[in-house]
């Protein structure tokens, strides 16, 4: 079995190594190949990636190139992990929107149109060149914005599947505070990617079954702590009945995050400090074994989600459990207030035909609102970033609820655009 990374450079990918090597049974992986043109950061990555499978005794041969075609080449999974314009786009994304009163965040508001505008044309690219050097391949998109680079890869015809982490790190320290075995707890997960809730957990019995509905248990023991960790009231969370993903802050509490994101460094700038930690580390030949650093990098249990998702794609899955995958797919009807083709995040059985949404209880107003406005927004996002110009770049911001007015989308627009020449060739 050959699995290629795009982007393998990344500070993420000996956390993919660490869960290859713990689930090789799930995902016997023969030949692992690591493509990225950044030769400086590929090297000491792929080097510390042999020294973690060699430590678990892993016999895959692990091959680092900067040519895709080449690294592509008769793949069984292609895992995308790009950064289109790394670390110094996403530092522009974070701090440019804040001078028009926005919130500066990567996957969302104007950073996050910035970054799919440059992101979505070479993602299609290396699409493209994937199914010409192997055709039957499974791409998984890791890459942000996930919902729209997704919907544009599934749009072009590509065998394709989001996934993110949000889902299986709230599945992990829930069952931690209720002290269950993670696998034995399903989430009803559901929005968009980045803009999900939590609406119940169901601990399921020896057959597979889901017992009674412990959200409120959860809130009522432990709503305090979750509150805090995403920097939200408790009231908030018991209101709902929910717990909400951490990017809801940015919609819920706007305006206190771009004053305190005023006030102190970027999250950008905080990663550019991590990675080059990371890097350092990554260059000391006896490490062999993930850095506790990783963790503040982000992407936490990416390495669980992607081996089991691929696992599940490719026939290989140990686990039965691996069959329902919360992933970004389809609505298909799954949602009835948004368009088949939109492309939603929500529990999903997934096999060699692909990831195939499950139902889902109905949602109310409050929630169902803010998805379909977030949805159309996606939409239009990803019109401009296929078509380019000025005029879908302001209507695509007049539609995100972060922007909404039609001064601060055009102000916006002049920012994007003058930030991001180096990267939108119709923008020059």
């Given at each position: 079995m050959k699995l290629?990374?795009?982007?393998?450079?990344?500070?993420?990918?000996?956390?993919?190594?660490?869960?290859?090597?713990?689930?090789?049974?799930?995902?016997?992986v023969d030949e692992l190949v690591l493509v990225d043109p950044v030769i400086e950061r590929l090297e000491p990555v792929g080097a510390v990636?042999?020294?973690?499978?060699?430590?678990?005794?892993?016999?895959?041969?692990?091959?680092?190139?900067?040519?895709?075609?080449?690294?592509?080449?008769?793949?069984?999974?292609?895992?995308?992990?790009?950064?289109v314009g790394g670390q110094e786009a996403r530092a522009q994304d974070e701090e440019w929107p804040l001078d028009c009163g926005c919130v500066g965040q990567e996957t969302t508001g104007a950073g996050g149109l910035a970054k799919a505008l440059r992101t979505v044309p070479v993602v299609l690219d290396a699409a493209e060149r994937v199914r010409r050097a192997a055709p039957n391949a499974w791409i998984v998109d890791f890459t942000n914005p996930v919902g729209i680079v997704t919907r544009a890869l599934l749009d072009a015809?590509?065998?394709?599947?989001?996934?993110?982490?949000?889902?299986?790190?709230?599945?992990?320290?829930?069952?931690?505070?209720?002290?269950?075995?993670?696998?034995?707890?399903?989430?009803?997960?559901?929005?968009?990617n980045h803009l999900t809730w939590e609406r119940g957990l169901y601990l399921l019995d020896e057959h597979g079954e889901p017992g009674p509905d412990l959200m409120s248990t959860l809130l009522a023991e432990h709503g305090p702590a979750i509150a805090e960790d995403l920097e939200l009231p408790v009231e908030l969370l018991r209101a709902q009945g929910t717990v909400p993903s951490y990017y809801l802050r940015y919609f819920y509490a706007h305006d206190a995050v771009v004053s305190a994101q005023r006030h102190s460094a970027s999250r950008a700038q905080q990663v550019a400090a991590i990675?080059?930690?990371?890097?350092?580390?990554?260059?000391?030949?006896?490490?062999?074994?993930?850095?506790?650093?990783?963790?503040?990098?982000?992407?936490?249990?990416y390495s669980e989600a992607a081996v089991a998702l691929v696992a599940a794609l490719l026939g290989t899955s140990t686990e039965e459990s691996d069959r329902v995958q919360i992933a970004d797919v389809r609505n298909n009807g799954t949602l009835p207030f948004l368009p088949d083709d939109a492309v939603i995040e929500v529990p999903s059985r997934i096999d060699a035909n692909g990831a195939?949404?499950?139902?889902?209880?109905?949602?109310?107003p409050l929630h169902s609102g803010l998805i379909a406005h977030v949805a159309a927004y996606e939409e239009l996002a990803l019109d401009a970033?296929?078509?380019?110009?000025?005029?879908?770049?302001?209507?695509?911001?007049?539609?995100?609820?972060?922007?909404?007015?039609?001064?601060?989308?055009?102000a916006l627009t002049d920012r994007l655009l003058a930030a991001g020449k180096e990267h939108l060739p119709w923008a020059r």
């Open positions: 290629a990374v795009v982007g393998g450079g990344s500070t993420y990918t000996p956390e993919l190594a660490d869960g290859l090597g713990r689930l090789r049974k799930s995902l016997p990636v042999r020294r973690i499978l060699a430590r678990y005794g892993h016999p895959a041969r692990v091959v680092l190139t900067d040519d895709l075609d080449a690294g592509v080449e008769d793949c069984d999974a292609v895992l995308f992990q790009l950064r015809g590509h065998r394709a599947v989001g996934l993110c982490n949000v889902a299986i790190g709230f599945q992990r320290r829930f069952a931690a505070m209720l002290d269950v075995a993670p696998e034995r707890l399903r989430l009803d997960h559901v929005g968009l990675e080059r930690e990371l890097l350092e580390l990554y260059a000391d030949p006896t490490l062999d074994t993930k850095p506790e650093l990783l963790e503040r990098r982000g992407g936490a249990y195939t949404p499950l139902p889902v209880a109905p949602l109310g970033a296929l078509r380019g110009g000025r005029d879908r770049v302001v209507t695509a911001l007049l539609a995100h609820p972060l922007v909404g007015q039609y001064d601060i989308a055009e």
